[in-house]
């Protein structure tokens, strides 16, 4: 029916109605997932970078109780009260502030100044016994940048002081200065440690001084961030998100409680949300293999089931609109290959059913036709009247009832075509009134009718057995000197019905039987040595019964020939004739 939809288009159409709502669902879910785990990994991001700066506050603030921690020490106390103190006095101050300062995880340099004496003491070779101390110089009681020479080379360095007493300005104020400092370095390598562990690019910055990079410092990108966010940030954390070159990059900062520099580091936001992107491009590449596999077997299903199917529904509808000879050419390699070898064999049979019983109707009507054609054809009707005739002037009164009555029973029984199913009995009373009008009008024709009781109620077509009698006494008896006979009789067993006539005519040669077998089952048109009566009768039996009916031709051992009609006995409402018979 025109605008419902195949099997294959229902397939399609549901699958992709499975698929939609998968796809909404995850881009609804992946974009939740994504703004989660993207806020966590900033949050994480912070959270290392937060780590990082208390891990340097942590020690800055250790450093800072290295001068309180040498103030109290009772040698560097004894060293302060007592002046003039010896050379050993001062190693052994040297040594203390020596092993104090190895005592933190950075490098740093412990020192002890008295600016009234312009004594100074220190862990750091290059500054111990310096005798030229800036004494004008403001103590530094809170961390200070500042460049140290010391080691010939200006390296930046963090500075902070304690003073006796307390509230002393100035090295010339105070009685004794306690000094630590350490050098950058050791926060550049914890930098570099953190860009390896992360991989992101942190540094240091206060707006004062120069930039504290790691190792490998993308400057312009440093530069951007600086100019962009840490010249303006406020609080002691932040994030912001920035474009740099084209690219987003995710900005971290945390303020040092210690220093007051802000430890900034970038990430690419990309490198960020990597992993959610990582499985949102498999679960596409997912989605996309499922199309892919979903068009395949789309197409596999309609190659090998809706063709298929498209195919047969053509072949039923060619065979609704009567053609019969339709059959389908198609090969799917799959269960449809066995249905349509069925389909083509129920199509054969229906189409030789069909034809089948057509034929049987033409030829029953094309027997009835030829037989009252055969009987009412001059020749035969103007024997018949002639011997009547003859026997009237002769004044033979018996021998004109006789024939005058075998004649009228016989074209009563030719003529009557509306019942073409009559029994063995209705078709011999034919014969005999045949024979009788033969036996009249010869006189040297013999017959005998042998058939059981049984036999005579057996169904049969109308005219079988008389184009048999005609035949053998045509071609058989006729041209045979003397006279001849002709024998009817019958076997039956338990599948077969069997009619057989016989007689003494000239008989063929078993070439001329062969040839005739052969040409009993022909369709092409019918030979003199075959009449078209007895391949007809020979025709009907084939059709209508099936399997090996029709008739069967063989010499009889005195001479002449035998004819066997033979078809299969009436059982459960099925009859089939097999037959033997005689042609002449």
């Not at 036709?369 to 026997?391: D, E, T």
Request: glycine share 6%; aromatic share 10%; hydrophobic share 40%.
């Amino acid at each position: 029916m025109r605008g419902r939809l195949s099997i294959f288009s229902k397939i399609v159409i549901t699958t992709v109605l499975l698929l939609i709502p998968i796809l909404l669902l995850y881009s609804y879910s992946n974009r939740i997932a994504s703004n989660v785990v993207e806020k966590q990994v900033r949050l994480s991001h912070l959270s290392q970078l937060t780590f990082l700066m208390n891990q340097m506050d942590s020690i800055i603030e250790n450093l800072s109780m290295f001068p309180v921690i040498i103030s109290y020490d009772p040698y560097i106390r004894e060293f302060i009260s007592v002046t003039g103190e010896s050379l050993k006095a001062q190693a052994r101050v040297t040594e203390k502030l020596s092993l104090q300062s190895v005592s933190s995880a950075w490098s740093n340099d412990l020192t002890f100044v008295l600016p009234g004496e312009k004594k100074v003491l220190s862990s750091n070779i290059y500054i111990n016994g310096t005798k030229n101390w800036q004494v004008e110089l403001p103590i530094s009681q809170v961390w200070q940048y500042d460049e140290d020479r010391s080691r010939g080379f200006p390296a930046g360095t963090f500075i902070r002081e304690i003073s006796e007493p307390a509230n002393a300005i100035t090295y010339a104020e105070s009685d004794a200065v306690f000094q630590v400092r350490f050098p950058v370095q050791n926060m550049s390598d914890m930098l570099d440690a953190y860009k390896k562990e992360n991989r992101s690019d942190p540094f240091l910055y206060h707006p004062d001084y120069e930039t504290i990079p790691n190792s490998t410092l993308g400057t312009s990108a440093a530069d951007s961030i600086i100019r962009n966010i840490l010249d303006h940030a406020s609080g002691t954390s932040g994030q912001q998100t920035i474009r740099i070159e084209q690219q987003k990059y995710l900005v971290s900062y945390v303020k040092s409680r210690q220093l007051g520099w802000y430890l900034a580091d970038y990430v690419p936001v990309e490198r960020i949300v990597s992993p959610i992107m990582s499985a949102r491009n498999w679960f596409y590449s997912s989605i996309a293999l499922l199309l892919m596999m979903s068009v395949i077997a789309s197409f596999l299903l309609y190659r090998n089931v809706q063709i298929p199917l498209r195919k047969m529904i053509r072949g039923v509808q060619r065979m609704k609109d009567g053609d019969l000879s339709w059959r389908i050419h198609y090969k799917s390699k799959s269960e449809f290959d066995d249905l349509i070898r069925h389909y083509n064999e129920m199509a054969e049979q229906i189409q030789r059913l069909i034809e089948d019983v057509y034929t049987e109707k033409l030829r029953s009507r094309d027997a009835t036709v030829k037989q009252l054609q055969s009987q009412i054809n001059p020749h035969f009707l103007y024997n018949s009247l002639f011997f009547i005739i003859n026997s009237a002037m002769m004044d033979d009164r018996d021998a004109v009832i006789a024939m005058t009555e075998n004649l009228s029973a016989y074209y009563r029984y030719t003529t009557k075509v509306e019942n073409q199913q009559v029994t063995v009995a209705d078709e011999l009373d034919l014969v005999r009134h045949y024979l009788n009008i033969h036996h009249l009008r010869m006189g040297r024709l013999d017959y005998s009718i042998r058939v059981s009781d049984k036999m005579r109620c057996e169904p049969v077509p109308r005219l079988i057995l008389q184009p048999l009698v005609e035949n053998a006494i045509i071609h058989g008896i006729e041209p045979r000197v003397g006279g001849g006979k002709i024998v009817i009789t019958d076997e039956q067993d338990d599948q077969y019905n069997r009619i057989i006539v016989s007689d003494n005519g000239v008989g063929l040669s078993e070439a001329e039987l062969e040839q005739l077998h052969q040409k009993l089952e022909q369709h092409d048109s019918v030979t003199e040595e075959l009449g078209s009566g007895t391949r007809n009768v020979h025709q009907r039996l084939r059709y209508q019964f099936g399997g090996d009916s029709g008739l069967k031709f063989r010499n009889a051992p005195d001479g002449g020939l035998i004819v066997t009609v033979t078809w299969t006995r009436n059982n459960g409402g099925k009859s089939f004739v097999i037959g033997e018979g005689r042609m002449g």
